[in-house]
Structures are given as C-alpha cells and as structure tokens.
C-alpha cells in the first residue's frame, strides 16, 4: 500500500466511450503525475500538476483531459480513444514536486 | 537522449547478491542517480538516491563511482520477491521530471 490510489483496476471501452481513471492520495503530497505503460514500452511522462497548476503536457493528444481539483485528486478524462491508447495509466504523487515518487498501481485500459 | 546505460536483462540466485550497474558518463554536477523497480503489474516503487557518497537503506545499496559515471544497486541477499525491472535514473535536484528508460530486468531464481 503505497499511499496512492487509482480507480477502476481495470477497463475495457469503446472508440466512442467517455470515462474517466481516478487517483487519490493521502500523503499530504503537492505533486501529482500521469504516466502511460505501453505494453514492452517505458514508462511515458504525461502529465505533471503542482499545487494543483498544470506544470507540464508532455505532447499529449487532446483526447487525454487531466484534472487536478485539489492536491489529493488527479483525474483523466477520457473520449474518443483509440485502440493504440490501450496501456497501464499510473498515476503517482510527491513531497513538493520531488524526486521520489509514490505510484499507484494503475488502471490497465483497453480500448476496442 | 538516454542519460543512463543498463544492461536488459541479469539473473541472481536466490540469497545472492545482486549488483545491477548503471553507467551515466555524461552525469553533471548536480546531478543526482535515482533507482526504481518496478515488479510486474504494479506500479513502480522507490529505491534509493544518492548524488556522490555511497548510500544504504533497508532494501538496497547504492554505490557511487569516485568519477561519478556509474553506479552500482546492490541488494544483499536477493529473494524471488526482487524479480522486476529496475531502473536507473539521473536527474536534477532543482529541475525536470523522473523520465524511466527501458532498465535491467532481473530474475532471481531459486
């Protein structure tokens, strides 16, 4: 139990679907982060919030909406996806926009 | 361009030690060398940090080069719980996110 965590574990939509993965975390962090697992691929950097301000988009296709409402709550709104989007979202929190990082253990999406 | 060198893939049996080396020719001054794991599935999972002296916790060693281009994660006694994917990574401690390469997958086997 990391501190960190994400809903749903898992879930499957379709291209023409709206959903969207929740985190929350209770460490008191002020950083917050999305990462996207693609299958035998590396951990890519989506997004990073700190004090609740969008710091960076990591060149993010506009269908991927963040939403940061508060330091304890990280949202990723999702439409109109495409199967190529199917992979392991991680969310991930920090003390003041540092180095170590908490992860949740991620939403596995599939989208058909 | 990556900033850390690992090898893909090492084994280790089981109560072994397990040193994975990172090489970071290019590291500068304030620069630090980060190490995460990540174990199948899950989410990755903090290790240890160190700018220059050698660092110990109570999962791993971190060994430092006196020149600083590489490193070394040492975990004393492996247990097939360490079978995963562990990442090196070099990052300022003023600036930049933690960007995760392709790592050194070990496998410890009984």
């Known amino acids: 139990e990391t501190g960190v965590t994400q809903t749903p574990r898992h879930l499957v939509m379709g291209m023409t679907n709206k959903k969207s993965l929740k985190c929350e975390q209770h460490l008191g962090h002020n950083a917050m982060y999305w990462y996207k697992q693609s299958a035998k691929k590396p951990l890519e950097l989506m997004f990073v919030?700190?004090?609740?301000?969008?710091?960076e988009n990591n060149s993010v296709p506009s269908r991927f909406s963040p939403e940061c409402p508060n330091s304890s709550h990280l949202f990723l709104h999702l439409h109109t996806l495409q199967p190529e989007d199917s992979a392991l979202y991680l969310c991930?929190?920090?003390?003041?926009?540092?180095?170590?990082?908490?992860f949740g253990s991620g939403t596995q999406l599939s989208v058909l | 361009d990556a900033k850390t060198t690992q090898p893909p893939s090492m084994d280790c049996a089981e109560g072994r030690a397990a040193n994975l080396p990172c090489n970071h020719s290019?590291?500068?001054?304030?620069?630090?060398v980060y190490w995460y794991r990540q174990i199948h599935s899950q989410g990755p999972q903090y290790i240890i940090h160190?700018?220059?002296n050698n660092e110990t916790n109570e999962m791993a060693s971190l060994i430092i080069t006196e020149d600083r281009k590489s490193s070394t994660l040492i975990l004393p006694h492996a247990t097939l719980r360490d079978t995963a994917v562990y990442y090196c990574i070099v990052l300022s401690g003023s600036q930049g996110n933690l960007i995760f390469g392709k790592g050194t997958k070990l496998s410890v086997k009984p």
């Open positions: 991930a929190s920090s003390q003041d926009w540092g180095r170590k990082l908490f």
């Open positions: 290019t590291i500068s001054g304030n620069e630090y």
């Open positions: 919030y700190n004090f609740k301000e969008q710091t």
């Open positions: 160190g700018l220059k």
